[in-house]
């Protein structure tokens, strides 16, 4: 480090937040701005978008990414992360075909419960002993995926009638599984904006110490956020399996953790904490949803919209620290 | 001095001429005119001290000089000749050294590592330690620093720290130093140190330039001032012309007249109110910290808690807060015992802290004026875990217009406010909490002349409607004017308890000292805390 990096970092945070209008702007509407060009060149180029069978199937595809990438956004506003919710997903769905015996009400139940604990150990770990998130839900990661891979074993599938029509059906053409989606998505939005615990929670991520020092209950906040990571993640698995109608432990939700993250980031949440946002992290599922689905339309492989999935999210977390920099100075 | 010389070529400055101008520089930020053509002259062998309230242009002139910022307009002059400085490495490799309060060296390297960082001796392509180290050693020894040069730089402290910031500036050879808020976490002994290597580099024909919130050092160290206000300059000239009042008159724009009329601080009498002590402290201890404080405050009292650096000023207020462990000892508000060790329970309790570390411990920064006044009453706020928009807009509305907070909206996030008003907005958040007790660490430090006289206006109007306040300050003007009675704490128990009303500044400093004989002469109340 030279004394030219000490000379820029220290600075007038108002005088310099002017001069990075433009990169937050981007940072903050980005992700809409790409959507909405998106939408509009798969219109015009792309056969039969335009069609309810088209769009339906995209909106179906991405609701299980928009509800574990909601629980995400939450946790990555404490200033945490949840690697854990792609094998939460896999555990929830591998209890479904056990104890379908109970209805489908009482399996359900009982997958989000293990959501629920998953979440609560994950919760207790990095708010109580001060494990780092990280590292916890690393460790959580892999040690639920292998409790699934024991409950389930092999692939099951799901006759039940009553599983199967929350993955199939529809009110008024609009699937359930959207449905359920949209609720979330309102639910949580309302909880950030407006309920005492999104505030507090905002506030932790923004500076833990000063929360610490206003009384808030730190360590309350934290529990609750991963708790509500895990019951969100299980209910996705849960979604994805009646879907399907099956049950699959070692692939159910593979690498759902990182598509999450993804969407949470290309949506302008700052990895560092203290925001959350639900329309920017819906946005972003939408539109990794449907840069992958416009690849496959073209004929391009998969392989190729995973590179194209990468350069975006360096792209989004390049713009992200254009700005991080440009605070911390 | 070593060896090293800077890589650009430096024209001879003989000692009284300017070796850094500007001239006319303007630049703006959006549509804020942050400096409007100002003129400054820094001349060799002299130490130049830039005055001005926040906003006054102060850091901008600063960053301009040191090629973080290039300016709009006018023109900037090294030894005569017009400079573009485009990066701050620019303006390093002519010879201009920067000096912050916050140093920026690398924690985790030893002592001589970082004051050669870049430039390490080297043998066979390695650094050559030994070298290092020696040469590292001689520079400390021609400063009159005692460290040790193989010491990780982070476990020194901060004055330390700041010590090898200005060896690493020396061993550069630089023509032009600018220290920015050197001293204000210093003790009083490493500021000696700082201001001898100050004047040291002066008398080598060394232009210096010096900023500081605390006005007594300008007449102890500078030769010349300038002022700026509103980004415009008002006055420059010799330091000894010039007494405390013009200084701060000059840098408010106000009459000499109306200045006097307010005294040095905003200070009234005293307020104190009969009665229950309104905060009770007995036999507080903490490990290694504080052995045994007791501490009395009567409602309307403001009790001063003067010490030195490591007396155990902060960990007393921190302690009572429930942010620091106590080892033993009681804390009872209005004859009620609080729960010690826990924040929430002293909140309960009517305690409230205003921090000593407004960006640490203070201000989410990119939350709101409005998120950040409501933080600490957001369950009061609320029903049934939904916040109430209207209540907290109410309460914000009467906290902004009551301690007039400066910002464009109660949304305008906290971290662009100035720093006099986001401190104003912490005490909005504490009083929000409706307090018995307001322990205050240290509220004016590091804001600017205006926002502190009103910020003391501010503690005499609460102590008057009654709240007990124990106030932490360094300032000895603000304590002996500013409290009813003055604790001093020293080594982590109470020296001696002096009676301000009729208090000098320099008794206190006796009494700070630890000078015995003294205390027992100034202090009606002294406790035998000494054996």
């Known amino acids: 480090m030279s004394d030219g990096t000490a000379t820029a970092t220290v600075a007038d945070r108002s005088e310099r937040s002017g001069t990075r209008f433009d990169i937050d702007w981007v940072r903050r509407n980005g992700v809409f701005v790409a959507l909405g060009l998106l939408l509009l060149a798969n219109v015009f180029l792309t056969e039969n978008f335009v069609s309810t069978g088209t769009l339906r199937l995209q909106l179906v595809q991405v609701a299980p990414v928009v509800i574990v990438a909601l629980g995400m956004a939450l946790v990555i506003g404490t200033e945490g992360i949840d690697l854990s919710v792609g094998a939460v997903m896999a555990l929830a769905a591998a209890l479904i075909p056990l104890y379908v015996g109970y209805g489908s009400v009482g399996a359900i139940a009982i997958g989000l419960v293990a959501g629920v604990v998953v979440g609560l150990i994950a919760g207790v770990l990095v708010g109580v002993v001060g494990v780092q998130p990280i590292v916890a839900t690393l460790g959580l990661m892999v040690a639920i995926r292998g409790v699934a891979n024991l409950f389930g074993g092999e692939i099951k599938s799901i006759r039940e009638p009553g599983l199967v029509s929350l993955g199939t059906g529809d009110v008024a053409g609009v699937p359930y599984v959207v449905v359920i989606a949209a609720v979330v998505s309102l639910v949580v939005w309302l909880v950030v904006r407006r309920s005492t615990y999104g505030r507090q929670l905002v506030a932790i991520g923004g500076n833990k110490l000063a929360a610490r020092l206003a009384g808030l209950p730190v360590r309350r906040v934290l529990v609750t956020t991963y708790v509500v990571s895990g019951l969100l993640a299980a209910m996705a698995g849960i979604l994805l399996a009646a879907r399907s109608q099956a049950s699959d432990p070692t692939k159910l939700g593979q690498l759902m953790e990182l598509s999450a993250i993804t969407a949470v980031v290309i949506g302008g949440t700052p990895l560092s904490g203290g925001q959350v946002r639900i329309l920017g992290t819906i946005a972003g599922a939408l539109l990794m949803q449907l840069i992958t689905a416009t690849l496959i339309f073209h004929d391009i492989p998969d392989s190729t919209a995973q590179i194209v999935q990468a350069v975006i999210v360096i792209g989004a977390v390049y713009v992200q620290l254009g700005r991080g920099k440009a605070r911390r100075s | ?531």
């Not at chain 2, 040191?66 to 701050?88: I, K, L, N, S």
């Not at chain 2, 020696?134 to 520079?139: F, P």
């Not at chain 2, 302690?319 to 924040?343: C, Q």
């Not at chain 2, 802290?353 to 600490?376: F, M, Q, T």
């Open chain 2, 1 to 531: 001095m070593t060896q090293h010389s800077s890589a650009a070529p430096a024209a001879a400055v003989g000692v009284g001429d300017p070796v850094l101008q500007t001239v006319g520089v303007t630049k703006s930020f959006g549509g804020v005119h942050a400096l409007k053509g100002v003129d400054f002259e820094l001349r060799a062998g002299e130490i130049h001290t830039l005055v001005g309230e926040n906003g006054a242009g102060k850091s901008t002139l600063i960053k301009v000089l040191t090629g973080v910022y290039t300016p709009d307009g006018g023109e900037v002059r090294y030894a005569g000749e017009t400079v573009h400085f485009r990066r701050p490495s620019d303006a390093q490799h002519v010879g201009i050294s920067t000096i912050y309060q916050e140093v920026n060296l690398v924690p985790l390297l030893s002592v001589a590592r970082n004051i050669f960082l870049g430039r390490e001796p080297r043998r066979f392509g390695l650094i050559d330690v030994g070298a290092m180290n020696r040469r590292a050693r001689e520079l400390m020894a021609e400063l009159g620093i005692d460290i040790d040069v193989t010491a990780e730089l982070g476990r020194l402290g901060l004055g330390a720290q700041q010590m090898v910031a200005l060896a690493r500036a020396m061993s550069v050879d630089s023509r032009v130093v600018i220290m920015d808020e050197p001293t204000s976490s210093l003790e009083s002994a490493e500021v000696d140190t700082l201001f001898r290597v100050a004047r040291g580099l002066r008398d080598r024909g060394v232009g210096l330039v010096f900023v500081s919130h605390r006005l007594d050092e300008l007449w102890e160290l500078c030769d010349r001032v300038t002022i700026l206000r509103d980004g415009e300059w008002v006055h420059t000239g010799p330091m000894t012309e010039m007494t405390r009042l013009d200084l701060v008159a000059k840098m408010l724009g106000r009459d000499i007249e109306e200045v006097r009329a307010e005294g040095a601080t905003e200070f009234g009498s005293s307020h104190l109110q009969g009665g229950e002590p309104a905060l009770l402290v007995s036999g507080l201890e903490v490990a290694n910290r504080l052995h045994g404080v007791d501490l009395t405050v009567r409602p309307g009292e403001v009790v001063g808690l003067a010490g030195l650096l490591g007396s155990g000023r902060s960990e007393t207020v921190k302690a009572v807060y429930g942010a620091l462990k106590a080892r033993s000892g009681e804390v009872t508000v209005a004859g009620r015992k609080v729960r010690t060790g826990s924040v929430r329970g002293a909140l309960a309790s009517g305690i409230a802290l205003l921090s000593e570390d407004r960006k640490a411990e203070g201000i989410v920064p990119d939350l709101s004026v409005r998120d950040n006044i409501a933080l600490a009453v957001l369950p009061r706020m609320s029903r049934a875990g939904v916040v109430s928009e209207a209540r907290i807009d109410a309460l914000v509305d009467t906290f902004m217009k009551r301690l007039r907070i400066k910002a464009s909206s109660p949304d305008q996030k906290v971290r662009e406010l100035s720093g006099g008003n986001q401190q104003k907005v912490l005490i909005a958040r504490w009083l929000a909490t409706e307090p018995t007790v307001f322990l205050l660490d240290e509220p004016t430090r590091g804001i600017d002349v205006g926002a502190k006289a009103e910020v003391q206006g501010l503690i005499d109007e609460l102590a008057e409607q009654g709240l007990a306040v124990v106030l932490i300050s360094s300032e000895m003007d603000e304590l002996v004017e500013g409290a009813d009675r003055i604790v001093v704490l020293h080594d982590g128990h109470v020296q001696a308890e002096l009676d301000s009303t009729d208090l000098s500044s320099s008794e206190l400093l006796a009494a700070l000292a630890g000078d015995r004989e003294t205390d027992s002469q100034t202090s009606t109340q002294a406790e035998g805390q000494h054996a």
